[in-house]
């Protein structure tokens, strides 16, 4: 007996169907059979159907001799299960990568529940994927529950494809599809109201397909009024099981609330039956109100009048209209306001003792301004440093003592205005406006290794979003660009073709990476006090050997998150003794890729998920080895000279779609795998730090990390800051990188000044 019996009917899906098939039959977990119900469909499906069937085992199909609908097509198909789980997939959507898995070790940890409840992603048409925004009522769920116990349950998406039911459940109580849209509806609702025992699973496990044409629900048609006896399904059984009466007043609200969304959207009934939809609504409303139920919001329209219902709509419409041209007006006089401020502000002098710091989009005291402003006061305590932060809740995070403005406040606009020195990571905005005298340092985020600014140029898909013109006119501001090595300094004088003087300081941020290799503040085993304080804080043993897995985002992927790695396996191959830590791309953080399964096995302790840690230092000083793919971090966990692993098997679509200054497979700091099988090789045969690793890990270091000796920011303080004068860093030498047009051009350093030469 399988462990799943996957439900799939079938009705003019020819162009999606396999896709869907192979999601199903493709799954790590194939203790599994596909049921397919061809429900009488005029394409090719039933033919599809029977050649997957000829091929896997696995495969039942079910010709049906007439179109029965969607419900009653799925009715059909569970005689045939045979699975502990029944599992209903829409033919045009499918099971995402590892999905069963998840799902069936969730079960195995929660004792076979009625019901588990995952996650969804929608996945548009034109390429665009969001998240169920309501995925945290499952992140916050107990491991089991009931809907009486946990009601925001029912908040989530009420459909059946989002779950999985314990086949005996459904067996025991006869739970069965009507016919009609919203079948869903009357499934559902019973369902979930009956279960015992529900568990939810943090994880996106299905990518439900939006459509541009051809979804059932989207179609205008008057089909819709199905959706007021569906509702009549679900309260006749509330009121043949007496023990759920108490639910009444919930179902009523929701039944108000489902049936205005309806009439509220434009692509689903015919204008002309608009009212007559209403009036049915407000009829069933009035006939199943339970005593004393509270009618308020909304749903209060329905004791009204379908032509009050629209008056109020319009009225509705019209003061969200008038909200917004007023929120316009003001905003044009509070910016003409602001302008006059600054205006003002700008005719004083500068205030030669002021820095202005800002990090990641203004996201707080982060990177290599946190650095040079740790130094600063330090080593210079008379200079004023105040943060730029992006609003009140990262204000709030900031450390104490910290002195700081929003962003386009009246504050932000005075200290711009007057700052002597600006330091950034990132380009600032369209302000603050540079003034004569005014000093503009610019850190960057790291060492180049994809193509920057104007070499997208050449890149049409990789540039997408970018607007480099733009970008330039921003870097015309820079007086200074810091640079860790001679690679560093010829990208960005090329990428940025600007008026900057390049400045051989080293990364300000990978100070403490450059001593802890030295021994000096706190380095060793674990990483130090910092080190240390990250595996405390993620209850990782002392004795445990940290494996940081670092990916970066593609760009040949719309939203940039591809998995290349199944997280799980690499864990288990590590072994006793291993902690596996995971840190997406910051741009990766809040969209569907810690969905994927990353949150779950967080949540198992399967791995570490790093990725919302705000000091990225912390989670390098912790690792005792770093496995990514191109992201940039590995030319600052270089410095502290432990073993890199580069994971390249995507390495010739990365390069083509991005474009890459340096052919990373030849130049890496350690071994190179190409597969996961290889990954996993490395670590079982020790390969990841014998002395080959060490030996080209070293040769990375003298090239990429030549000048970080551990004083960065001190440098940029005393010579940059106060104007001292202070021993630089090495001479520069000419280095290779490809162009654009000419891939094997020599480039050498250009004629501006270098460090503490101008």
Known sequence: MPRFSVIVPCFKVQGFLRECLDSVLLQSFGDLELIAVDDCSPDGCG?????????????????????????????????????????????????????????????????????????????YWWGGTRRNVLAHVLAEAPDVFTAAGRPEILDLLMVVWNKVHRRDFVEEHGFAFPPGYYED???????????????????????????????????????????????????????????????RPYLHRKMGEHCLDILAKPDRLPPADKAEFFRRTARLFARLRPEGALVDGEVALLEGGYTGYRLKRQA???????????????G????????????????RPLDERLVVYSASSHRGVLGDPAAVHRAAREIAPRLRGVWVVRDEETAAGLPDGVEHVLVNSRRFLEVTARAKFFVNDVNWPGSPAKRPGSVHIH??????????????????????????????????????????????????????????TSVRTGSPRNDVLVRARAGADGGGGGGGSRGREFRRRHGIPEDHTVVLYAPTRRDYRRGGHVDRVDLARFAAGLGEGHTLVVRLHPTLASGPARGLGLAELARRGVVVDATDEPDVTEVLLAADALVTDYSSVMFDYANLD????????????????????????????????????????????????DEESARLRARFRARFCAYEDGRAAERVVRTLLLGEPMSGAAPSRSVRIPAPALSGDLLTPATRGSAGHR
């Open 47 to 123: 033919a599809i159907l029977d050649e997957y069937a000829a091929r896997d085992p696995r495969v039942k199909v079910l010709h049906l001799p007439e179109n029965v609908g969607l419900g009653r097509a799925r009715n059909a198909g569970m005689p045939h299960a045979t699975g502990d789980y029944l599992l209903f997939l829409d033919s045009d959507d499918t099971l995402t990568p590892g999905a069963l898995r998840a799902v069936a070790d969730r079960l195995e940890e929660t004792a076979d529940p009625d019901v588990l409840v995952f996650d969804y992603a929608r996945t």
């Open 185 to 247: 509806t009357p499934w559902t609702f019973p369902v979930m109201l009956s279960a015992g025992r529900i568990t939810a699973l943090d994880r996106i496990c299905v990518n439900y397909r939006q459509r541009r044409q051809g979804n059932i629900l989207s179609t205008t048609s008057r089909k819709h009024f199905d959706v007021h006896d569906q509702y009549e399904r679900v309260f006749a059984f509330v009121d043949a099981h007496g023990e759920l009466a108490s639910w």
């Open 316 to 330: 509705a419409r019209a003061g969200r209209e008038a909200g917004r041209r007023a929120a316009q007006v003001r």
């Open 332 to 347: 044009s006089a509070g910016e003409r306001a602001r302008r006059g401020w600054a205006r003002l502000q700008a005719h």
């Open 443 to 500: 850190t960057h985020q790291g060492t180049p290794l994809k193509y920057m600014c104007a070499d997208l140029l050449d890149k049409p898909g990789a540039r997408l979003g970018f607007d480099v013109p733009g970008m330039l006119r921003r870097a015309d501001r820079w007086d200074y660009s810091l640079v860790a090595s001679a690679h560093s300094e010829l990208v960005w004088e090329r990428a940025y073709p600007c008026h900057f």
């Open 642 to 689: 432990r073993p890199i692993v580069v994971h390249a098997d995507d390495w010739e679509t990365y390069r083509a779609s991005r474009g890459t200054y340096l052919d990373i497979t030849a130049e890496a700091p350690g071994h190179v795998s190409y597969s996961q099988r290889e990954l996993a090789e490395v670590f079982a045969s020790g390969a990841w730090r």
